[in-house]
């Protein structure tokens, strides 16, 4: 199972709007509305972002969404703030593999 | 609050082993299944193995199949991964982690870092 491609950095300016896609395919993000989005800061363990495709645990900001379009899933930053400054991996479960995560980005609050 | 602690990395040489033990607390342990997720120094994460509350039921991943062991003790609250036959490869930090539903992770532990060198 091939890690899913997300672009290597995205960047933005404070309360700017940014986008992070996570493309895979028919077998794991095309499969299943069912990606995770995983925020990590240098030094400390993932925190998980969005569930289940767009639904976020409770204490994450509304500033953070999720959707998916075929077998591409997106992580939208609203209101861009300098603690969103971090790494971000999607992870999809794929069935029998069973999960595979992406390739992670860099986001940088300019 | 959900607590997940790990434990037993340090450096080994290749063809070695080593036992990770992660201690959760602040939830009930037998109710969860567990995986353990791992990143090599500067790269992504990846997916290594998971186990159900039971311990009846475990996957592993293509790259540690045959060489990692995942279990647990629900009595004690703790989770294992015992790592045999160590690759250059191996060398990551490997984090516990709770699996909240089939496909999501909720809580993570700090991790714990392995080292596979001469």
């Known amino acids: 199972q091939s890690a899913l491609t997300q672009p290597a950095s995205v960047s933005g300016s404070p309360g700017q709007s940014i986008t992070i896609s996570c493309t895979g395919t028919s077998s794991d993000v095309g499969s299943y509305n069912l990606v995770s989005w995983y925020q990590q800061h240098p030094g400390k363990a993932p925190k998980l972002m969005i569930y289940?495709?767009?639904k976020r645990p409770s204490g994450v900001s509304n500033r953070f969404s999720g959707s998916k379009s075929g077998n591409t899933a997106s992580l939208t930053i609203s209101g861009l703030q300098a603690e969103d400054e971090a790494d971000y991996y999607c992870c999809s479960y794929a069935g029998s593999s069973p999960y595979v995560f992406g390739t992670g980005t860099k986001v940088t609050v300019l | 609050q959900v607590q997940l602690v790990e434990s037993g990395g340090g450096l080994v040489k290749p063809g070695g082993s080593l036992r990770l033990s992660c201690a959760a607390s602040g939830f009930t342990f037998s109710d969860y299944y567990m995986s353990w997720i791992r990143q090599a120094p500067g790269k992504g994460l990846e997916w290594v193995s998971y186990?159900?509350?039971?311990?009846?039921?475990?996957y592993y991943a293509d790259s540690v199949k045959g060489r990692f062991t995942i279990s647990r003790d629900n009595a004690k609250n703790s989770l294992y991964l015992q790592m045999n036959s160590l690759r250059a490869e191996d060398t990551a930090v490997y984090y516990c982690?709770?699996?909240?539903?089939?496909?999501?992770?909720?809580?993570w532990g700090q991790g714990t870092l392995v080292t596979v060198s001469s």
């Open positions: 982690a709770r699996r909240r539903s089939k496909y999501y992770f909720d809580y």
């Open positions: 186990i159900s509350s039971s311990g009846s039921t475990i």
């Open positions: 289940e495709g767009s």
